[in-house]
């Protein structure tokens, strides 16, 4: 069988990592996806990215690796691979609104973790190794309350800090729902046609919305953990247009990882 020409590393449950997974799905660049282990993937990450930063998703393409999900759009860009998504006559604000939602990433996971650590436990250790090796599963799980300790500090989860998650996601939908407002029956956040704008305000607030069409985020296991953080939002307007969303436009996963 001939390898796909990308390889995309991700954490199955990471919102960046759908931005990036949806934007090579819907512009039908062929790819591997492999989904690592939290804490393993500090070495690939740091590795590839050659940024001294070890984040997910890290793009491997034929010519060289490009991390951070904002820069590998740039880099698919510039090697003229998704044009469509990111119309030359509107990138400028297409950027703009990739960026509001970005920035809101950090939040939507401090929030998510917040509320669900000390309840749904296992349900964490399984989204983090569902993908892993053996041997990798059985050291998460034994280093559990460690790694969580860890995450908790890196991502400066505390109750203050979970309220103004919740308040900047707030702000956040309260945009999205204006620019549906007076989007004169339109539903594309830029422009006339779907582009990363769109993708990236769906993915990034996919975890709180979850569509059935996500891998992790449509489980109904991940729905019932997740349930404390994400119900003060369940009746908003930015949430039924995330679902509509994904809905219309997210199509086949085609990384080739089964889920
Ligand atoms: N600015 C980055 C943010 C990515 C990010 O925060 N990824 C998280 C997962 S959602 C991550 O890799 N966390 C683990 C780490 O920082 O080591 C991007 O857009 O790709």
């Known amino acids: 069988m001939a390898t796909a020409p990308y390889k995309l590393l991700t954490f199955a449950m990471s919102h960046y990592s759908e931005k990036i997974r949806w934007t090579l799905d819907h512009a039908n660049i062929p790819y591997q996806e492999e989904c690592l282990t939290p804490v393993f993937h500090m070495g690939p990450a740091l590795r590839l990215g050659g940024r001294g930063k070890t984040t ?33 006559e509107h990138l400028a604000e297409v950027r703009a609104v990739e960026q509001r939602f970005n920035d809101i990433g950090k939040d939507v996971a401090r929030l998510l973790y917040a509320k669900s650590f000390g309840k749904a436990d296992a349900h964490i250790m399984e989204l983090w190794t569902d993908h892993a090796p053996a041997w990798q599963a059985r050291i998460i799980r034994l280093a559990y309350p460690l790694i969580r300790m860890g995450f908790k500090q890196k991502l400066r989860i505390n109750e203050a800090s979970a309220l103004q998650a919740q308040a900047r996601i707030d702000l956040a939908m309260h945009w999205l729902e204006d620019r549906i407002a007076h989007g004169h029956g339109r539903r594309e956040l830029v422009g006339k046609q779907f582009t ?45 247009w995330v679902l509509a969303t994904y809905e219309q436009h997210r199509g086949t996963l085609k990384g080739g990882v089964s889920w």
Do not use: F
Request: proline share 14%; net charge negative.
């Open 56 to 88: 997910l998703p890290v793009l491997q393409t034929p010519v060289e690796s490009v991390q951070d999900s904002a820069r590998i759009l740039t880099w698919l860009n510039d090697h003229g691979q998704i044009t469509s998504l990111m119309p030359p």
């Open 196 to 240: 990363v704008a769109d993708i990236t305000a769906a993915s990034l607030l996919a975890p709180i919305a979850c569509p059935p069409q996500h891998p992790v985020y449509g489980d109904p296991e991940y729905r019932k953990a997740m349930a404390e953080a994400t119900a003060p939002w369940k009746d908003r307007p930015a949430v039924a």
